[in-house]
């Protein structure tokens, strides 16, 4: 890549969190296939607008996301993609898929008003960003992306094929026990059978060491296991294998054979240099050759978006594109 920025110090008086705010707007958007999708938006409505893709698939949005947005810049809009959060069905996969979801942006972004917006994801969010981008760059001021994943075969081996077994060798063990030896060479397909058995039970039973494996990687300081609500566990779980078994439906290297489609747009790629869930191998592959966007690699820190540092980058991303709107620079 052109420009890239290395290693990063510690926080700053410059990146730390807004302070947090309510929604002026709430609503529930039908978007078809029987999907009703919850929509917010908080920040100044005639900001500048930034649409937030969470991650998971299946994650969901919190109120904490809204803190990486100056309040009095930014119109922040967040969503909860389909079959998660506070959209409906719950843990629903029928008619949804990443073409699905790109199609939801475009209708939020014109049931909004809103001509060009900053995509803000990070992990599966970032493989949405990006995709979305690549479809409608005319739509798309900027992106501000973490953790990059692009969903490719290599990536989902690395995660669920053994690549990083290597380094937590105790944790798959754990992810591995609740499946037979005989099935264990395809861990995606083996949990596949089990979060879509139609035994609520099971599947809720299945759900959690499948979102626990995930969890105890994601921060660079590995914790107890953690617990999650059984209705979150089973839609997270659900959604996540669900898109994993297909490949994130996309053609294999897709996001990277179509870059050139939004290379005359502003990027920031923030990514731990020691995330154990997206390795950035593929920060910089995204990166690489894209002149207008700037890898910046963070150290001691992982995958989390809520890891300090992580966090504060992210910050320090979006007030530089604020600083830049005010200032009269083009993005």
């Known amino acids: 890549m052109d420009r890239l920025a290395g290693q990063i110090g510690g926080a700053s008086p410059h990146g730390r969190l807004h302070p947090m705010v309510e929604p002026f707007d709430q609503r529930q958007i039908d978007v078809g296939q029987g999907h009703v999708i919850h ?24 109120p904490y996301m809204r803190r990486f947005f100056d309040p009095s810049h930014y119109r922040a ?13 719950h843990a629903e996969v029928e008619g949804n898929t990443t073409r699905h979801l790109i199609d939801d942006i475009e209708m939020i972004r014109r049931d909004l008003g809103i001509d060009r917006a ?6 599966w969010g970032a493989t949405l960003a990006v995709a979305y981008a690549e479809a409608h760059p005319e739509a798309v001021l900027a992106l501000a992306l973490r953790g990059v ?9 690395w995660f669920y094929g053994g690549g990083v077994a290597r380094f937590f ?8 026990a609740p499946i037979p030896e005989s099935e264990r060479h395809d861990m995606i397909g083996a949990y596949h059978r089990r979060l879509f058995g ?5 599947e809720i ?12 990687l ?12 059984p209705d979150y566990a089973r839609a997270f779980a659900r959604l996540e294998n669900h898109y994993f078994a297909h490949d994130c439906f996309l053609e294999e290297g897709q996001l990277l054979r179509d870059r050139h489609r939004i290379e005359h747009l502003p990027a920031v790629i923030v990514q731990g240099r020691y995330d154990m869930v997206c390795p950035p191998q593929t920060a910089w592959e995204l990166a690489d050759g894209w002149d207008r966007a700037e890898l910046r690699l963070v150290p001691a820190s992982g995958h989390a978006l809520s890891e300090p540092r992580i966090a504060a980058e992210l910050v320090r991303a979006m007030d530089g594109f604020r600083d830049a709107a005010r200032d009269g620079r083009a993005y």
């Open 39 to 62: 929509v917010e938006q908080s920040g100044n409505p005639d900001g500048v607008p930034v649409i937030v893709l969470h991650g998971g698939p299946g994650g969901g949005c919190s």
């Open 77 to 89: 809009v967040l969503f909860d993609q389909r079959g998660c959060g506070r959209s409906r069905p």
């Open 118 to 123: 900053i995509l803000f994801g990070g992990s």
């Open 149 to 157: 994943f692009l969903g490719r075969r290599s990536e989902l081996d």
């Open 169 to 176: 060798p105790d944790r798959w063990a754990e992810f591995q």
């Open 198 to 202: 139609g035994d609520r039970g099971q």
């Open 205 to 216: 039973r299945y759900a959690l060491p499948w979102l626990i494996w995930e969890n105890a």
């Open 218 to 229: 994601a921060g660079l300081e590995i914790s107890g296991p953690g617990h999650a609500p």
